[in-house]
């Protein structure tokens, strides 16, 4: 996770202003046809650090993977999905938000949620330490995202009761409160920090395929929850 904006840029010949998602409109019964979920991954190859001291884990390329069997599952259930950025390649904090404005307009912006899935890090990536667990996060203020983190959160601690969690209760909810650029965006949003990318454990638990898969099922189980609460 990085709140400093970083450059713009494609991999490939893609223009710099083009909008490129991949929309499912939705038959699925929890009364989502008119409801989108904004995918977005973090960071991208071209961005330095953002990996385990050992390199094994990347996050930008793990992301992608969640990523990926999440969009699968929606797919199979017909939920309405797009992705902010479908490069490999970073293309600026601003981008993700005026690509994540455009997506949600049509959604009227409040039948929409934006959900960036990160791996966490306590340090620059150059050793291991010791911090570790899952972790939400929203801008700051009470809105709805506050709801939605809730349900990932519960959705996480139902699906891995064994895993340690992070919580900062200070304004009465679990999730942590800060002003990461693309929590800006006009739609409900939320960030994952899924867990450390420099703590060992948690990246043996993350690089799991058994992890991805069971991770992959809990945001769909949750998004499906946040789907049937309706418009707020």
């Known amino acids: 996770m990085n709140a400093q904006d970083t450059a713009s840029v494609y991999n490939g010949s893609t223009a710099k202003n083009t909008i490129k998602f991949k929309e499912i409109r939705s038959i699925c019964p929890e009364k989502n046809s008119d409801f989108i979920v904004i995918l977005d991954p973090a960071h991208g190859y071209d961005v330095p650090g953002k990996r385990s001291p050992d390199a094994r884990f990347q996050e930008w390329k793990w ?70 667990g899952f972790s939400i996060y929203t801008s700051r203020g009470h809105t709805p995202a506050d709801v939605y983190a809730g349900i990932i959160y519960d959705e996480f601690k139902k699906t891995f009761p064994e895993l340690k969690t992070r919580e900062d209760y200070s304004d009465g909810d679990t999730d942590f409160e800060a002003n990461f650029r693309v929590l800006l965006c006009r739609v409900a949003a939320v960030l994952i920090g899924t867990m450390f990318q420099d703590n060992r454990e948690d990246v043996e638990i993350m690089l799991s395929e058994e992890f991805k898969t069971r991770y992959a099922e809990m945001i769909t189980n949750a998004v499906i929850a946040i789907i049937s609460l309706g418009v707020p």
């Not at 992301?63 to 599952?73: G, P």
């Open 63 to 132: 992301s992608r993977e969640i990523i990926r069997l999440i969009s699968d599952r929606f797919d199979s259930l017909g939920i309405s999905y797009a992705l902010d950025n479908d490069s490999d390649a970073e293309i600026g904090l601003k981008n993700r938000v005026r690509n994540t404005n455009k997506i949600s307009q049509d959604y009227h912006y409040n039948r929409a949620i934006f959900i960036s899935v990160h791996a966490n890090a306590s340090g620059m990536g150059t050793e291991w330490l010791n911090a570790g």
